[in-house]
């Protein structure tokens, strides 16, 4: 009877086991490549492929891509351009990383023009448009 108790219980740790084995299993998955070549790891990974945009009046954090970055104003208006343009001007979110925060930019499908401070660490993201 025990023995009989004991597969029983066995059988169900079994089944249960099993049912969660695909969660589990797409948890712990390192991910999947995009047609883009970014990777998909529960959330997008924009990593660097190919060349990263080119900066004029500030200094390109390494490992900045046309998705996502970050720069440090030197002088003027800070010009990030798109390594690859856009079909169409992207969405973009702008940040300055100061305690006084005091830009504007502006957005085309080449690049991002800051009108701010110098020696401020500004962050883009950056997705493309539906049909662009």
């Known amino acids: 009877m025990i ?3 004991l597969k029983k219980m066995l059988s169900v740790a079994s089944i249960a086991a099993l049912s969660f084995a695909p969660v589990a299993a797409l948890a712990q998955a390192p991910g999947f490549n995009l ?3 970014s990777v998909y790891q529960g959330h997008f990974n924009s990593a660097p492929v190919g060349n990263p945009p080119s900066t004029a009046n500030c200094t390109l954090l390494a490992g900045s891509t046309d998705t996502d970055g970050s720069c440090t104003s030197t002088s003027g208006a800070p010009v990030v351009t798109f390594a690859v343009a856009w079909n169409l001007a992207p969405f973009c979110v702008v940040q300055d990383s100061s305690a006084t925060p005091a830009f504007v930019y502006t957005l085309s ?8 401070t110098t020696a401020h660490v500004y962050f883009w993201h950056c997705t493309g448009r539906n049909g662009g």
Request: aromatic fraction near 0%; charged fraction near 5%.
């Open 3 to 5: 023995a009989s108790r």
């Open 35 to 37: 047609p883009n070549n």
């Open 109 to 116: 499908t080449t690049a991002i023009t800051i009108t701010g």
